[in-house]
C-alpha cells in the first residue's frame, strides 16, 4: 500500500513537471515561429477583410503582447498557480471553461471508441492467442497489418461513403445525437484493434508456453479452465500497459478523425488555436494532455498493481 | 506380488531435425505403489524417457515403441485423450518450481482448484481438504496459503508442488529430478516427502542422477547411459552388486565415495556409433 501511494506521488510529480514543461514548449514554440501573434488573432476574430493596423495594435496593447516574452510567460505561470488559465485571445472565453467543453466530446470519442476497440480485439486476440500460427493467426495478422497501413481518415471516409451516404444509416458529422458517435469510434476502434488484438494474442502466446500453464493441464484441468484461471489475469498486464497508452493517446485528441468529422474535440481545439496562435488555450491544452498523461499512468499502474502481487510486494514500480 | 501399473517395451525416440535416436530400446516396467528410479546423467536420456511416459515430448521427437499404462498404449493415444489422464491418472512433478507455479495466484488456489475442478468437490469442502496436506507437509494454510510463489522460498514451492501431487487423483506420479539444486537439508526432506507419497499409495516414477534417492525409495531402479538401459533390477541389488562397469564407475562418481570420475574406456566403449 505504500508502495503504491509512492508511485502515485511521484507520477503526480513528474507529470505536473512534464505538463509545465510541454506547455513552456507551446509558449516558445508559438513565439519562435514566423509572424506576429497580434495580426494572427485579429484575423481569426474579425476576419482578414476587416483587420487592419489599428485593430491589431489595439489587440496587441490590450491582451499585452507588447510586453517581453519572459514577462507575459511569467504572468501565466503566476496564473495557473491560482488554477487561471486565462481567456483566450480569439473569442475571450475562459481556456478552464472552453477546454472542459472540448475535452468532453474528447472523452466520450475515446471511452467510445476504446470500448468498440475491446469488443473486437478480446475474442480476436484470444482465439489468435489460443492457436497460435493457425489458420485464423495468420490470416488476422495479415489483415491487422492491413488496417494499422491504412491511413484512419481512409477507414473513416469508407465507412462515411457506405454507412452514411449509401446507405443513410448513420449522420455524416458534427455532434447532435449519439448516433454521431458511430462513425468517428468504429474508425478509431477498427485502427486500435488491429494493433490491440497482436498485443493480446502475443501475450496470450507467451502464457501458453508458461510451465504453470502447462502445469495447469497436468493438474487435469480443463483447457477452458486453465485458460481462464491462469491465461487471462497473466495475459492481461501487458495487454492493461498498452491499452493505457491507446488511451492516453486518444485523450490528446486525434485531429485527424476530430478534423474528418468535425468533432468538437481537443484534438481540433488545438489545431485551431495553433492557425491563429491563440498562446493561452495552447498552453491550457498541452497542460491538461500533461495530467491527462499522469492520470492515465497512474490508472494503469493501480490496475496492473492489483493484477501482479510480486511487483505488489516486491518490486518498486518504474 | 503387486500388479504392474506401467510397461514400458522397446521405446526409441527418434529426433526428426537431428537425425539421431536419443533413446534406444528402453524397457522397464513400474509395479503399482512402489518406485521406480531412473538413474543416469545429464544426456543420458531419461527425462526424454519421462516425457514420452507423460505424452509431453517436443513436436521434433517421435516415440515408437510400447508404453502401456494400465494395459493403455500411450504412444496410440490422441493427444486429446492423453489429455484426459493429466491429472486423474499420470501426473508430472515438474522439477522447476519457481516457473510451475502461477506468479498471480495465492498457493491456496493453486491446490484447491485441483479438489474444486479436477475432484469435483464443493466451495464448503476445500477447506476441510486442504487442512491435512498442508499440515502433513508442515505448511500453515492461513499464512503459507495465502501467499503468492513470489513470496516462498524455493523449498516451500516444492512443498506447494507436492500438496499439489498429494491433492491431485493421479496415482502415477513422474517426479523429474526432485533434487536438482537443493542444499542437503531440503534433499533429504524432499525425498522423504517424496516417501511420504509411496506411503499415500501413490506410484513413482522418478528420474534423477542422484543415486541417493534411488537408495531411499527403494523399488526398482535402472541406469541409463546414452539412450538405452545399462543395467536393471532391485535398487538394493543394483546399488549394491553392481554388474555393469559403467554403474561401478557412477556409483563410484557419487559425492559419499570420493567422487572418483568414470573410466574414460568405459565410456568410450559404451558410446553410440556416429552416424556418417
Known sequence: MEQIVRSICRHLFQGICVA?????????????TRGDTALDVAIARYSEDLTDAAVVEQIRREEGLDRPLAMQYFQWVARVITFDLGRSLVSREQVTGLLAHHFYYTFLLAATATTVSILIA???GILCGVYPGGIVDTVSSMICSALVSVPQFVIGLLLILSLSIKLHWLPVAGFFSPAH??????????GLAAVSSRVIATSLADVRGALFYRFGAMKGLSPFKVLTAHGMRNAAIPVITYIGVQAAHLLDGVVVVETLFAWPGIGKLLL???LARDIPVIQGACLLIGLLYVTVNITVDMICFALDPCRRNYQTTS | MSATMLRVSKLSIRSVIKRKQPVRGVSFSVQKGKAFTLVGETGSGKTLVAQAVCGNLSGELTADGKIEYKGVDLVRLSRREKRRLYGKELFLLPQEPD???????RVISQVAEVFRY???YAVKDLHHRLAPIFSDLDLSLSEAGRLYPCQLSGGMKQRILLAISLAVPAGFIVVDEPTKGLDKLSRTSAVHRLSNLLEKGKTLLCITHDLGVARELGGHMAV???GCIVESGSVNHVLNSPRHPYTRGLIGAAPENGMIPIDEEVLAAMKQPEKK
Not at chain 1, 20 to 32: E, M, P, R
Not at chain 1, 181 to 189: D, E, F, H, K
Open chain 1, 272 to 274: 485551431d488555436s495553433v
Open chain 2, 224 to 226: 541409463m547411459y546414452d
Open chain 2, 99 to 105: 516457473s510451475a507455479l502461477d506468479p498471480t495466484m
Open chain 2, 118 to 120: 479436477v475432484r469435483g
Open chain 1, 20 to 32: 509545465l514543461i510541454v506547455a513552456t514548449l507551446g509558449f516558445v514554440a508559438v513565439n519562435l
Open chain 1, 181 to 190: 458517435l458511430v462513425i468517428p469510434a468504429i474508425t478509431l476502434g477498427i
Open chain 1, 122 to 124: 478480446l475474442p480476436w
